[in-house]
C-alpha cells in the first residue's frame, strides 16, 4: 500500500493553475489542496473537479500556509508579482519540501531561490505538466 | 514550530543559536489531520518524526484483521519503523494520527548531513538509543513476566497523558489484553 502525497495547489483559480489543477486532478493516490483568494471562481472549480473527477481528494482551503504545512508538494502557481508575498508566507513550512513553480518561460525565479532557500525549488513550463508523476519519495517529470 | 524539539535537545546537549538554527534546516514540518497515515505497511519508513503536538500510534494488522499497537507517541516523543527506516525494507507497521498533529520529519540522507554539519548531535541520537533500549528493554520483560495489572501499572507511571486521550482498546492492545480483561484490572484497582 503506498501513502498519498498530499499537493498544495496555490493559485488554483489562475488561468494556468486552473489548467494545472484539471489536469492533475486525475492523478492515483494524490490529495489536492486548493488555495486562491477568488472563494467563489475556487468553489466553482471545487464543484467541477468533483463532477469531472468522482472519488479524487479535492479540498478548497482558505489558508496558504497550513495548507502548504499539510502538504508534501506545493504547486506555485501565482502572478510573478505575488511570488516573494507568498514565499514570505510560506517559507517556515516547506523546508525540505519540492515547490514546484510553474510559469511560462519555465526561468528559475531568483527571488524564490532567496526565499525559500531550504526548499527543493523546481520551476517547470506550463506544458510540462502533463510529464509529472508523484512517487513515494516526491515527484518525477 | 521548533520549541519542543529545541526543547528536547537542549536537555540533553547544549546547542548554540547558530547551532539551533542550522538544525532547524533539516527538518520538514508536516501536519496531519487524525486518521491520516505517516505510514503504511508495505511501503519504506522514509523518515523519523518528532512530535510537537499530537499524537499517534504504530501499530500492525495480524490475519485475522486484530490490530496489535507497538508504541503511541504525544509531544516530546519520536516515532518511527526503525527497521524500514535503516534497511531501506518495507514496513511492517502502520503509523497513524490520533489526533490533529503537527511533526517535523527528517529522512536518512538530511540525518546523515545533520551530524556532519552539528556533531553535536551524534550524542543527542546516542542518547536517545540509549533510552529507547532501555524501554524496550523494559517492555518485552514487562510482557514476559508481569502480571496485566503490574503492566497497565507502569503504563500509568510512565505517561499518564496517553490513558486519557487514547481509547480503551488501543490500551488493552498495547499491553497485549483483551479489551474485557483491561476493564477487569481498572475495576479492581479503582476497587482497591
Avoid at chain 1, 120 to 139: A, R
Avoid at chain 2, 5 to 14: A, D, Q, R, T, V
Avoid at chain 2, 52 to 63: F, I, P, T
Wanted: aromatic share 6%; glycine share 6%; proline share 4%.
Amino acid at each position: 500500500m503506498v501513502m498519498k502525497k498530499t499537493i498544495a495547489i496555490i493559485g488554483a483559480t489562475e488561468p494556468t493553475g486552473k489548467a494545472a489543477t484539471m489536469q492533475l486532478a486525475s492523478h492515483p493516490g494524490v490529495r489536492f489542496l486548493l488555495l486562491s483568494p477568488d472563494t467563489t471562481a475556487l468553489a466553482s472549480l471545487t464543484h467541477t473537479l468533483h463532477a469531472t473527477f468522482p472519488g479524487a481528494e479535492i479540498e478548497a482551503m482558505t489558508c496558504t500556509r497550513d495548507a502548504s504545512w499539510e502538504a508534501d508538494i506545493i504547486l506555485l502557481t501565482v502572478p510573478e508579482a505575488e511570488e516573494e508575498m507568498v514565499a514570505q508566507l510560506i517559507k517556515e513550512v516547506v523546508t525540505g519540501k519540492i515547490v514546484i513553480h510553474i510559469n511560462e518561460t519555465g526561468r528559475p525565479s531568483d527571488i524564490l531561490q532567496k526565499a525559500l532557500p531550504h526548499s527543493i525549488i523546481e520551476t517547470l513550463k506550463p506544458e510540462e505538466i502533463t510529464g509529472l508523476s508523484f512517487t513515494q519519495s516526491g515527484v518525477r517529470s | 514550530m521548533f520549541e519542543v524539539l529545541l526543547g528536547n535537545i537542549n536537555k540533553k546537549i547544549s546547542l548554540t543559536e547558530k547551532e539551533q538554527e542550522l538544525v532547524k534546516t533539516f527538518f520538514i514540518p508536516k501536519k496531519l489531520r487524525r486518521k491520516q497515515f505517516l505510514l503504511q505497511e508495505g511501503e519504506v519508513c522514509q523518515y523519523t518524526a518528532f512530535v510537537e503536538k499530537g499524537l499517534l500510534r504504530s501499530y500492525n494488522v495480524d490475519e485475522k484483521g486484530h490490530e496489535h499497537v507497538l508504541q503511541f507517541a504525544v509531544e516530546d516523543w519520536w516515532i518511527a519503523d526503525l527497521y524500514s527506516f535503516l534497511t531501506g525494507e518495507p514496513s511492517g507497521y502502520n503509523i497513524d494520527a490520533l489526533e490533529d498533529t503537527e511533526l517535523l520529519l527528517i529522512n536518512g540522507s538530511s540525518y546523515e548531513a545533520m551530524m556532519e554539519a552539528v556533531p553535536k548531535m551524534e550524542r543527542y541520537f546516542r542518547i536517545l538509543t540509549q533510552n529507547s533500549l532501555v524501554a524496550t528493554q523494559r517492555r518485552l520483560s514487562g510482557n514476559i513476566s508481569l502480571t496485566a495489572e503490574e503492566n497497565y501499572k507502569q503504563l500509568i507511571a510512565g505517561n499518564n497523558t496517553i490513558l486519557q486521550r487514547v481509547p480503551q482498546h488501543m490500551i488493552a492492545s498495547f499491553l497485549g489484553i483483551a479489551p474485557e480483561t483491561l476493564s477487569r484490572v481498572r475495576r479492581q484497582m479503582t476497587g482497591k
